[in-house]
């Protein structure tokens, strides 16, 4: 009898930014899924969050807001416990609360095309850096933003060496940054990256 342990393979991108999400939220929290697709990040940020937090899911399709809008309430989770915005993650900042900029626990990007959808609205490098360096702004201390990045689809090459770029050039000093990719695969699978804030500490003057 083989032992299931020792044949698990290991975590999809997807797979290994909710495990280093998981641990870093809890009920109470308020987060955002910047890419909301068909809904299963979300699904998960409001079972770490809920009861007492709320989760702000954006997408700039409306097929994207209707299917995780049946998502989440098929999970019998309640309509006050989250909010939809259908825009894009760069005009984010327009659509939630100012008193948030700075409490937001955790920011989740799922970059590239919905499945099953128009693939012509895939994220852009563009709009996307812009959404970063706001979530990173509203990220609370310690809070942690993740990635997952599609260099496979046309534009997403672009993209993904883009976001992580732009990641690798955050200082130490104000946040620590990961990434997992598989380096025996074919350089269009796709990577994680997750950049987790640090406290502010003040500056001791003596
Ligand atoms: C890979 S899918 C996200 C998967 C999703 N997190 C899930 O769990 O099903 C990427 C999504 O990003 C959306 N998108 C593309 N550009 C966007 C933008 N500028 N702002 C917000 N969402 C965008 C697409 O419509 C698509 O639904």
Same mark, same amino acid.
């Given at each position: 009898? $083989?032992?299931?342990?020792?044949?698990?393979? =290991? $975590?999809?991108?997807?797979?290994?930014?909710?495990?280093?999400?998981?641990?870093?939220?809890?009920?109470?929290?308020?987060?955002?899924?910047?890419?909301?697709?068909?809904?299963?990040?979300?699904?998960?940020?409001?079972?770490?969050?809920?009861?007492?937090?709320?989760? #702000?899911?954006?997408?700039?399709?409306?097929?994207?807001?209707?299917?995780?809008?049946?998502?989440?309430?098929?999970?019998?989770?309640?309509?006050?416990?989250?909010?939809?915005?259908?825009?894009?993650?760069?005009?984010?900042?327009?659509?939630?609360?100012?008193?948030?900029?700075?409490? *937001?626990?955790? @920011?989740? @990007?799922?970059?590239?095309?919905?499945?099953?959808?128009? %693939?012509?609205?895939?994220?852009?490098?563009?709009?996307?850096?812009?959404?970063?360096? @706001?979530? @990173?702004?509203?990220?609370?201390?310690?809070?942690?933003?993740? *990635?997952?990045? #599609?260099?496979?689809?046309?534009?997403?090459?672009?993209?993904?060496?883009?976001?992580?770029?732009?990641?690798?050039?955050?200082?130490?000093?104000?946040?620590?940054?990961? %990434?997992?990719? =598989?380096?025996? #695969?074919? $350089?269009?699978?796709?990577?994680?990256?997750?950049?987790? %804030?640090?406290?502010?500490? $003040?500056?001791?003057?003596?």
């Amino acid at each position: 009898m $083989p032992d299931p342990a020792s044949s698990l393979p =290991f $975590p999809t991108a997807v797979a290994w930014v909710q495990s280093v999400l998981s641990p870093r939220l809890q009920p109470g929290h308020v987060v955002v899924d910047a890419t909301a697709g068909n809904g299963h990040d979300t699904l998960f940020l409001t079972r770490q969050v809920l009861p007492g937090g709320h989760v #702000y899911a954006c997408d700039l399709q409306e097929s994207a807001i209707v299917s995780t809008r049946a998502r989440l309430l098929s999970h019998e989770v309640s309509e006050q416990d989250f909010t939809l915005i259908q825009s894009s993650h760069h005009e984010l900042e327009q659509h939630l609360p100012a008193a948030l900029r700075g409490h *937001i626990q955790s @920011f989740m @990007f799922n970059l590239g095309y919905l499945p099953g959808g128009e %693939k012509a609205l895939i994220t852009c490098t563009e709009s996307t850096l812009q959404a970063l360096a @706001f979530a @990173f702004e509203w990220l609370a201390e310690s809070g942690v933003l993740s *990635i997952v990045a #599609y260099p496979g689809h046309e534009g997403g090459h672009q993209e993904a060496a883009a976001v992580e770029a732009w990641s690798s050039g955050l200082s130490p000093n104000d946040c620590e940054v990961q %990434k997992m990719a =598989f380096l025996n #695969y074919r $350089p269009t699978t796709p990577f994680g990256i997750v950049i987790r %804030k640090r406290r502010w500490e $003040p500056k001791n003057r003596d």
